[in-house]
């Protein structure tokens, strides 16, 4: 079972910050938060991960609460390239990629 | 450097024949699995391997075999189709243990009729 809860779509405007919130309220001291998408049914691309700290990377930030039981990943400035399907998963180091259905994000002109 | 290489991109199986799904990566990642994701649904984890030799099941593995005979080829096989195996299939490599990223082949389509 997923240990994560995601709303199942979201609008976005192009060029405006997209906020995609992910519920995680029993993840584990050891385990990360990572966020993948799926453009288009291609194959998931990696986009960011964390365990405690906020991350950024060249595509994303990953803002995770303090509690660690809530993140959210935010796209600074979307393109309609970035519409897809965006999957927030818990995972112990090392461990296996359990997906659930993800968010919907449609990025609109 | 190609990454992860899946073959063939599409495939139109009968019931009851068997088929190999290639699935190939040039990284030297220890760890490689198989995925299926069936319409407006998540991916569903089917096999994995953290090297060769060694193989597990995943989250549906009936009807599905799988080896692991050098680190990078981790081949799925069909023993006998079924309608019900309908679906986008996607091979996966990381390094393991690790808490770096999947990468991920571009799937292949898979119809059974």
């Known amino acids: 079972d997923a240990k994560t809860t995601q709303p199942t779509s979201m609008d976005c405007a192009e060029g405006r910050a997209a906020n995609l919130p992910c519920n995680h309220s029993?993840?584990?001291?050891?385990?990360?938060v990572y966020w993948y998408r799926q453009i288009h049914s291609q194959g998931p691309q990696y986009i960011i991960h964390?365990?405690?700290n906020n991350e950024t990377n060249e595509m994303a930030s990953l803002i995770i609460t303090e509690d660690r039981k809530s993140s959210t990943l935010i796209l600074p400035h979307a393109t309609l390239r970035d519409t897809a399907v965006y999957y927030c998963?818990?995972?112990?180091?090392?461990?296996?990629?359990?997906f659930g259905a993800g968010t919907i994000l449609r990025v609109k002109s | 450097n190609a990454g992860v290489t899946q073959t063939p991109k599409f495939q139109v199986l009968k019931t009851g024949q068997s088929m190999t799904l290639q699935c190939a990566q040039d990284?030297?990642?220890?760890?490689m699995s198989w995925y299926r994701q069936d319409p407006g649904m998540g991916l569903r984890l089917i096999h994995y391997?953290?090297?060769?030799?060694?193989?597990d099941q995943g989250e549906v593995p009936n009807g599905y075999n799988v080896s692991r005979s050098t680190t990078e080829d981790f081949p799925l096989r069909l023993l006998s189709a079924a309608p019900s195996q309908t679906s986008v299939y996607f091979c996966?490599?990381?390094?393991?243990?690790?808490?770096?990223?999947?990468?991920f082949g571009q799937g292949t389509r898979l119809t059974v009729v």
């Open positions: 391997s953290v090297g060769a030799g060694i193989t």
């Open positions: 998963i818990v995972m112990e180091y090392g461990n296996k990629l359990v």
């Open positions: 029993t993840i584990s001291g050891n385990e990360y």
């Open positions: 964390g365990l405690k």
């Open positions: 996966a490599s990381s390094v393991f243990p690790s808490d770096t990223e999947a990468f």
């Open positions: 990284m030297n990642h220890e760890y």
